[in-house]
């Protein structure tokens, strides 16, 4: 099964995606920001990488874009519930623009991250 690196600055949210992701039998290694996840992604190799957009000290887009002026291919799932002055679409939609193969509105059902997940891992 793909390893994945699960970058989300909610522990909790955090704790349970990697235990559904777990169950279905993914290897995942877990980041709780945007800086933490671009040196993990950096320093080992990932089949898939899964992130929220809004986190503190580099967000999701900062990450997302580094990663590719860096050379990254691995395909990322983005994730957003949004703000109050910044919608969770808006937050997907500049994910798109920058990348990423699947994006996933919070709060999502556990069929939605498994067509992500498939839909990101796609040849």
Known sequence: MPQILLIEDDEQ???MLAQMLTE???QVSMARDGDEGLSLAS???WDLIVTDILM???DGIQMIVALGQGGSKVPIVAMSGGRR???ADF???SATLVGVKAAL???FTRADLRRA???ALKP
């Open 13 to 15: 949210f955090r704790a």
């Open 24 to 26: 279905d039998g993914h």
């Open 43 to 45: 320093r080992s190799r």
């Open 56 to 58: 503190p000290h580099r």
């Open 85 to 87: 002055s910044v919608s």
């Open 91 to 93: 937050n997907l939609e």
């Open 105 to 107: 509105s919070k709060p």
């Open 117 to 119: 997940l498939a839909a």
